[in-house]
């Protein structure tokens, strides 16, 4: 019998390790696979700002396999089905968008967690069980999911050390494009003042013992979140870098 998939990622966060990544919005698995072979420790797959849904996601999350990468999808929102879906489909790390406090905080551990501890729908043949191969994949499922949940609002700032308290999340990241919408700085995720407020984020879920993670495409905003406690990081959003590249 197989052995159930380790969370490189999951581990790298538990012992510290600064893991960089990249923000993934095209749904081409040529391009996925492309990416991953290009030294990032994450990629993000977001269904949740583009065309991408977890049917999509699915050759993308096999097209990154066979290489020394982590992927990480956002589902559209906390939403317990779609939750179900992804993880059925074999993602093992799940950020979840728009967490406002610890009851949604809950919701989402609810999600990731068979009965009785929480809702996750059973079902044997799945990509996540390598098809019905691998021994005990039901109870020991969760010891290999990484449950990351997203601040992204003033409200949602201030109920960081409540959320971080929750049992069974596993890392905070903090959403800052959101979070200047939220401070009245639409558009304008490098603002001075929504990069303190990120900053202090930062600070406060590491002192309440948790991972801190967050997107910038500001160099300086990028290095002044790492040096604040920040160990999962990108710079970088593929479509951005097509862009870029194209009008060089």
């Not at 691998?134 to 003033?154: D, F, N, P, S, W």
Request: aromatic share 6%; net charge negative; with cysteine.
């Amino acid at each position: 019998m197989a052995d159930p998939y380790k969370n490189a990622f999951k581990a790298a966060l538990k012992e510290g390790r600064l893991q960089r990544g990249i923000w993934c919005t095209l749904r081409d698995s040529l391009a996925a696979e492309m990416m991953a072979d290009c030294g990032f420790d994450w990629m993000m797959f977001d269904t949740e700002h583009s065309p991408m849904d977890p049917i999509s996601v699915l050759p993308l999350l096999q097209a990154v396999a066979p290489y020394p990468v982590s992927p990480i999808v956002r589902p559209g929102s906390l939403h317990a089905a779609e939750i179900k879906k992804l993880l059925d489909l074999g993602a093992q790390t799940l950020l979840i968008p728009y967490v406002q406090n610890a009851d949604e905080a809950a919701q989402a551990v609810a999600a990731v967690e068979y009965a009785p501890a929480g809702i996750r729908g059973v079902s044997g043949v799945t990509r996540a069980t390598r098809f019905g191969k691998v021994a005990g994949y039901h109870k020991q499922a969760r010891a290999e999911i990484c449950l990351i949940v997203q601040v992204e609002t003033l409200e949602a700032l201030d109920q960081i050390e409540a959320i971080a308290a929750v049992d069974g999340i596993d890392a905070i990241f903090i959403g800052p494009a959101d979070l200047a919408a939220s401070m009245g700085h639409v558009g304008e995720p490098s603002h001075p003042d929504v990069t303190k407020a990120l900053l202090d984020g930062i600070r406060r879920i590491t002192a309440a013992g948790k991972p801190a993670g967050a997107l910038t495409t500001s160099p300086q905003v990028y290095d002044a979140a790492i040096e604040a406690g920040a160990v999962f990081m990108s710079k970088h959003v593929d479509m951005v870098a097509l862009r870029n590249g194209l009008m060089s």
